[in-house]
C-alpha cells in the first residue's frame, strides 16, 4: 500500500514542499490518490488557498470529502478540467478588466420572419405543421432554482403564473406539452 507522500511523490510535488498548504499537509494521509491529483491541479492552478483554512485531520473530515467530491464532479464534467476552467476564468476576468468586449464586431439585429395574425390560413398552415412536427421534439425545462429574490420560499417553476387560477408555471408548461400531444394524435387520425 502506497503512502499519500509517496502519492505526492509520483506526482513531482513533496510531501515536505512548501507549496503545499501547511492545512493540507496535515491531512495527506486521510486523502485518495484521486484528491491527490485533485490537490495537485489546484495547487499548481495558484488555488492553495482553498485549503487556508482546513481543520486539523478528524475534524470536519465530511467536509472536506464533499470538498473533493464537488471538486472531483468539476473536473470531469468541464472540457479540459479544473486547470481549463481556471485558465478561461483568468482570461475572462483579464478580458473584463482590460475593457475587451466580446461583441465587439457583431451587430444586433431582428431575425426576419413570418408575421401570423390568429385565425387567418397561414396561422392555420403553420400551426398545422408545428403540430405535426411537435412529435420529433424534445422540451427542455432550465429550472432557475429558488424564488428568494422574487420574496417567494418555494422554486421558481412553482410561483403563480397568473392570479386569476393561480396556476404555477409547472403546472401550465405540463399542460401545454399535453395539449401539443392530443392536438398531434388528433391530426394524426
Known amino acids: 500500500m502506497t503512502s499519500t507522500a509517496d502519492e505526492f511523490s509520483k506526482l513531482n510535488i513533496t510531501a515536505d514542499s512548501d507549496s503545499i498548504p501547511p492545512?493540507?499537509?496535515?491531512?495527506?494521509?486521510?486523502?485518495?490518490?484521486?484528491?491527490?491529483e485533485l490537490a495537485k491541479v489546484l495547487i499548481e492552478m495558484g488555488q492553495t488557498h482553498l485549503f487556508q483554512h482546513w481543520a486539523e485531520p478528524g475534524v470536519d473530515d465530511d467536509e472536506k470529502r464533499a470538498f473533493f467530491d464537488?471538486?472531483?464532479?468539476?473536473?470531469?464534467?468541464?472540457p479540459g478540467g479544473l486547470a481549463a476552467y481556471i485558465n478561461t476564468a483568468r482570461k475572462l476576468?483579464?478580458?473584463s478588466k482590460a475593457g475587451k468586449n466580446p461583441y465587439d464586431g457583431f451587430t444586433p439585429s431582428v431575425p426576419s420572419g413570418e408575421v401570423l395574425k390568429y385565425g387567418d390560413d397561414n396561422f392555420v398552415q403553420f400551426e398545422e405543421a408545428g403540430i405535426k412536427d411537435a412529435r420529433k421534439a424534445a422540451f427542455v425545462l432550465v429550472a432557475g432554482g429558488l424564488g428568494e429574490r422574487l420574496g417567494y420560499n418555494g422554486i421558481k417553476v412553482a410561483l403563480p403564473r397568473e392570479t386569476t387560477t393561480g396556476t404555477c408555471f409547472l403546472q401550465h408548461y405540463i399542460e401545454s406539452i399535453l395539449a401539443l400531444q392530443e392536438a398531434n394524435l388528433e391530426v394524426k387520425t
Open 23 to 36: 492545512n493540507l499537509h496535515k491531512n495527506l494521509s486521510h486523502l485518495s490518490s484521486q484528491q491527490v
Open 70 to 78: 464537488q471538486i472531483a464532479k468539476l473536473n470531469s464534467s468541464y
Open 93 to 95: 476576468l483579464a478580458d
